[in-house]
């Protein structure tokens, strides 16, 4: 069976192929690796550039160009048709429908007569997402503008629309295609929305390596310490974060909060501050408003085990996003067994139980999220209990093996499907 993926992301062992250094380690980079010691012949598209080779006699690789998300491309379509006929793949696996280049590749396996043999898997669904994009933040922030949006024409408002515009072509791609990948009642709920006849193959999501290893404890951690995944725009929801964390300073003066990213805070150059984004200024306001300056950790850029020494690290791992299907960082969280508070929304209640494995509530209610990870912080040692049920909960959920062998039978599902219907 010939397999052909298209993938969102420069895979890690590519990057390493074209630069010769160290690549960045992404979650498909466990499966990359699963899938070729079976020695299956595949063909990655990889949307980031320019470039192609091989990584062994069964794997070949060819970089497509990184256009905007909500720009389509007759070119690119043009290439996958010319890929599709020169690989004659007997299954096109598209990782994701987020981007414009997955509606390409839809249409050019409909070009090729391959439509049968292709399957998008859900990750996130941008035509949900937009909905949500800037809940929970002020109107004047959302219709406001910084120097920076102005340049770009992309202020909260602009952003959304973006997000809008991918959305549109997200369903055009999911109303074509007759097989659906996904992993939550919610993304199964959103795709049959507008495709009930595409038939759902259930798959599991495999994680980075690092994170199958070691364990959460209450001895090791850093007591009140929060660690949030990301702020790097408004579904993440960090700004609920900081009302509940201003909250918890109260009871807990101790306490600390630290996230990966860029520093919002720092506009201490003209430079910087000419580069602020409304979100990032909404954000810093927030960190004066309650006086977080010293309590607020910037964490920049982290790899997979920097990563995982934040959730060891932290007293509670927190997921305060306005929108998510099967979020990765909660995941990992589960996997290490780091108590977990997360909101209730997209597919989180498909993967975490409220009160046995962590504590759930809803997106819109900051006051909530405080009051439960008071409740982490007065277990103290007894919350690795719940942690320790996550964690069975999490293996489970992201069983490299169980999760190869349900892949490698959708794949054999849809080639066959494809095969007899010839």
Request: with cysteine; aromatic share 10%.
């Amino acid at each position: 069976m010939k397999l052909l993926w298209v993938c969102n992301t420069v895979p890690g062992e590519v990057q390493t192929k074209i630069s010769g250094g160290s690549g960045s380690a992404y979650w498909i980079d466990h499966v990359l690796s699963d899938v070729r010691k079976r020695q299956i012949p595949l063909h990655i598209l990889c949307r980031g550039g320019e470039g192609k080779g091989v990584l062994d006699e069964n794997c070949s690789f060819c970089l497509f160009p990184q256009l905007p998300p909500q720009q389509y491309s007759n070119q690119l379509e043009d290439l996958f048709f010319q890929e599709l006929q020169d690989f004659q793949p007997d299954v096109i696996h598209i990782w994701g429908s987020e981007y414009a280049h997955t509606l390409a590749m839809v249409n050019a396996a409909e070009k090729a007569g391959k439509l049968d043999r292709t399957i998008i898997s859900i990750q996130g669904l941008c035509f949900i997402y937009d909905r949500h994009y800037y809940e929970g933040v002020p109107l004047s922030v959302v219709q406001g503008y910084t120097f920076r949006d102005f340049i770009r024409r992309d202020n909260l408002l602009g952003q959304q629309k973006v997000f809008a515009q991918r959305g549109a072509l997200e369903k055009q791609a999911l109303q074509k295609v007759r097989h659906v990948m996904g992993r939550t009642d919610w993304d199964r709920a959103c795709v049959e929305s507008i495709n009930p006849t595409a038939q759902y193959h259930f798959c599991n999501e495999t994680l980075r390596e690092p994170f199958y290893q070691d364990s959460w404890s209450y001895e090791a951690c850093q007591k009140h310490r929060i660690f949030a995944s990301s702020c790097s725009y408004p579904i993440k929801g960090f700004h609920y974060l900081l009302e509940a964390f201003a909250k918890l300073l109260e009871k807990y003066p101790d306490a600390t909060l630290a996230v990966p990213g860029k520093d919002f805070r720092n506009v201490s150059t003209l430079q910087k501050r000419l580069r602020e984004g409304s979100y990032d200024r909404y954000l810093r306001k927030l960190v004066e408003k309650y006086h977080l300056e010293d309590k607020v950790e910037i964490l920049g850029a982290l790899s997979a085990h920097q990563m995982k020494e934040q959730y060891l690290k932290a007293n509670v791992f927190v997921l305060p996003s306005t929108i998510e299907n099967s979020p990765n960082s909660m995941g990992e969280a589960m996997l290490l067994g780091a108590p977990t508070v997360a909101a209730d929304v997209g597919g989180v209640s498909t993967m975490l139980k409220h009160y046995e494995e962590g504590f759930v509530y809803q997106s819109t209610a900051p006051y909530m999220l405080a009051h439960y990870v008071d409740r982490v912080f007065s277990m103290e040692a007894s919350a690795e209990t719940m942690g320790q049920a996550a964690a069975q909960h999490g293996r489970k959920t992201h069983d490299p093996e169980a999760n190869l062998e349900a892949l490698l039978h959708t794949y054999s599902t849809v080639a066959g499907a494809a095969k007899g219907g010839i």
